[in-house]
């Protein structure tokens, strides 16, 4: 057993979950942190590989391309430590996997029907609920690679949104309920560790049904990329998950990273 990260704060229903859960990850809780992936980052070294860190709130939550993360009380935000020893090329199995793992474990826990928008993003009711942000760590001295998933889930509604994602941003359940909360998180514990222990030995079981719960291809987006934009056309998701595209000008891509808005 490794010693505690952080202390154990007195969340009951952080405690019940501890108690009910019968999986291999270490879990870890915390009432306030920065940033899940950022603590989990910088104590990566002295940490085991499988450590899931849970933060009731976080003050300054991280997204993808350096932008924040709104948290909230009443959504879910956690990271896990994969110390995969592999490239980090494979992060967007990871990436993809913890996707769907997310729209399983909603459903589980009675949702409607959930949906993906590559790469990375959980879509209910049209509104953006869940969104992941896979970061790779390296650490030279050990010539060891690791990689962190973060997923911030709006599972409850927020008193309101802020301005800037108020459009875009939904929740998946009305009502705060302590049940609800310990329902979706071990769900979402089952459903990451089967998926990702498929990764690791070389399956990769998530990737026909993150093809399936898709709701891009055949549409025309603006792919934001290196901070330059372009209008595409998106011909499928392949089953390395990349993206393959028709450019405009009839220049054809496929797409492994980068950031889609839909045109209305
Ligand atoms: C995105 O939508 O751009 C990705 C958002 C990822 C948010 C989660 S919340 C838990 C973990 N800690 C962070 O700072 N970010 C991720």
Avoid at 115 to 136: F, S
Avoid at 192 to 207: C, D, Q
Avoid at 209 to 217: H, V
Wanted: aromatic share 10%; charged share 25%.
């Amino acid at each position: 057993m490794q010693q505690p990260l952080l202390h154990l704060d007195d969340n009951m229903n952080f405690e019940k979950i501890q108690s009910k859960y019968k999986g291999s990850f270490l879990l870890e809780y915390e009432s306030s942190v920065h940033s899940t992936n950022s603590v989990l980052k910088n104590n990566c070294a002295k940490l085991s590989g499988g450590t899931v860190l849970f933060a009731r709130n976080q003050t300054a939550g991280r997204g993808r391309t350096g932008k924040s993360f709104y948290s909230y009380d009443g959504g879910v935000y956690m990271s896990i430590l994969l110390k995969t020893g592999v490239p980090c090329e494979n992060a967007l199995d990871y990436t993809t996997a913890a996707a769907v793992a997310v729209c399983r474990a909603l459903e589980k826990t009675g949702s409607g029907e959930t949906r993906i928008k590559w790469v990375n993003d959980v879509y209910y009711n049209g509104k953006k609920v869940c969104g992941i942000l896979t970061e790779a760590v390296t650490d030279t001295a050990k010539a060891e690679v690791s990689v962190i998933v973060g997923i911030g889930v709006n599972l409850f509604a927020p008193e309101s949104f802020p301005a800037d994602i108020e459009s875009r941003a939904g929740f998946v359940f009305e009502c705060k309920d302590e049940n609800t909360e310990e329902k979706f998180i071990i769900n979402l514990l089952c459903e990451l560790e089967n998926l990702f222990s498929g990764i690791k030995n070389g399956m990769r079981a998530h990737v026909a049904e993150y093809i399936g719960r898709s709701f891009i291809a055949g549409k025309t987006v603006t792919l934001i990329k290196n901070g330059e934009r372009r209008r595409a056309f998106v011909k499928r998701i392949t089953d390395t998950c990349a993206l393959e595209i028709e450019y405009q000008n009839g220049e054809n891509a496929l797409i492994f990273s980068g950031e889609i808005s839909i045109e209305a």
